[in-house]
């Protein structure tokens, strides 16, 4: 089946500009009828385009809010956008290409991953701290619960104290990490795309996987506003 440009941008979660450059530079077959372009469904699915820069600290926060089930404090503008990159990440997800390589390439400012180190016997006790908000590994929705390891948000006014209450120190070659802590301005709501982020941080096969399954079962739960989530962009 062919589709146009507009239809090809929107699977993209490109603009029409830019994959009318990609036709221009061969990197997107097409063939010309009348005016228009007509481009193959199955070479769409095949090209792989760059991820995307990455969101601003503000979009980043809007982008979880609205996976969340909030309408960010954004324009309508800046919400249509980032209504595409949620279409983008259902549809990296149905494909089952890479819809961790789009969270780490779209969320690295929404946060300072730190990985740090706490004593083993004072793991639970850190975890617990209400300064803390557990997501990534420690959320149940992960399932990669370990009793080895934890992760969270914590504010940024907050983590000098909480890191100093638990004695928290920075982790390397001599000391492993045992907990990952995402210092952030203003600490994100958890939902299963905040948790899918998180896991793709690790940069692993494995915590990849499972980010992909954590978005899956999402997507298949419906539970979340649609028309909120996408607007008129449906997947």
């Not at 997107?28 to 193959?40: C, K, T, Y």
């Not at 982790?171 to 939902?191: D, F, T, W, Y």
């Not at 941080?201 to 539970?223: F, K, M, N, P, T």
Request: proline residues 6%; charged residues 30%; aromatic residues 4%.
């Amino acid at each position: 089946m062919s589709i146009g440009v507009s239809e090809a941008a929107e699977r993209l979660g490109v603009s029409r500009q830019r994959v009318l450059q990609m036709i221009a530079d061969r990197n997107l077959p097409a063939e010309r009828v009348g005016r228009s372009w007509s481009i193959d469904e199955v070479d769409l699915a095949r090209r792989r385009v760059p991820l995307g820069r990455p969101l601003s600290p503000e979009m980043a926060r809007g982008f979880l809010e609205l996976a969340a089930g909030s309408r960010p404090s954004l324009d309508a503008r800046d919400i249509s956008r980032l209504r595409a990159r949620t279409v983008r990440l259902v549809r990296e997800v149905a494909s089952g290409a890479d819809p961790a390589g789009l969270l780490r390439s779209w969320l690295p400012h929404r946060a300072d991953r730190l990985e740090k180190s706490v004593a083993a016997a004072d793991l639970d006790h850190a975890m617990a701290d209400h300064r803390l908000v557990a997501s990534g590994v420690s959320d149940p929705r992960a399932g990669m619960a370990s009793p080895r390891m934890g992760e969270g948000y914590v504010d940024e006014q907050l983590a000098a104290p909480f890191f100093a209450e638990h004695f928290v120190v920075d982790a390397g070659s001599s000391v492993p990490a045992n907990l990952i802590v995402h210092v952030a301005r203003c600490v994100p709501p958890v939902s299963p795309v905040l948790i899918a982020a998180d896991l793709a941080d690790y940069r692993a096969g494995r915590e990849d996987g499972q980010a992909h399954v954590v978005l899956a079962e999402w997507i298949e739960s419906g539970d979340y506003d649609e028309d909120l989530l996408f607007g008129r962009r449906r997947p």
